[in-house]
Nanobody, 118 residues
């Protein structure tokens, strides 16, 4: 499975960005896709996750609930992260992740920088 992210950039506080993550390869093995982020000097943390099976259940970090929305387009094997009301604390490298049912069970994208200026 290969993951390619896009959509990062520089935005002012209060602004919005949409990240995209396109999966290719053995996409039929993917059970969930999510977004993680890592700020300088901090550990990587889960932002949002969505299952790829019917229903598409989601889960969000408390810090982004009500501001971020994760969605999927299974036909395009793409997951999106709509980020609204961004604040400087959201500044980080955002990584796309795919969880699969077969080894190695975990794939990562290359990361995309999101910078929110105050």
């Amino acid at each position: 499975v290969q993951l390619v992210e896009s959509g990062g950039g520089l935005v002012q506080a209060g602004g919005s960005l949409r990240l995209s993550c396109a999966a290719s390869g053995s996409t039929f093995t993917i059970t969930a896709m999510g977004w993680y982020r890592q700020a300088p000097g901090k550990q990587r943390e889960l932002v949002a996750i969505i299952t790829t099976r019917s229903g598409g259940s989601t889960n969000y970090a408390d810090s982004v609930k009500g501001r971020f929305t994760i969605s999927r387009d299974n036909a395009k094997n793409t997951v999106y992260l709509q980020m609204n009301s961004l604040n400087p604390e959201d500044t980080a490298v955002y990584y796309c992740n795919a969880a699969t049912m077969v080894t190695p069970y975990d794939y990562w994208g290359q990361g995309t920088q999101v910078t929110v200026s105050s």
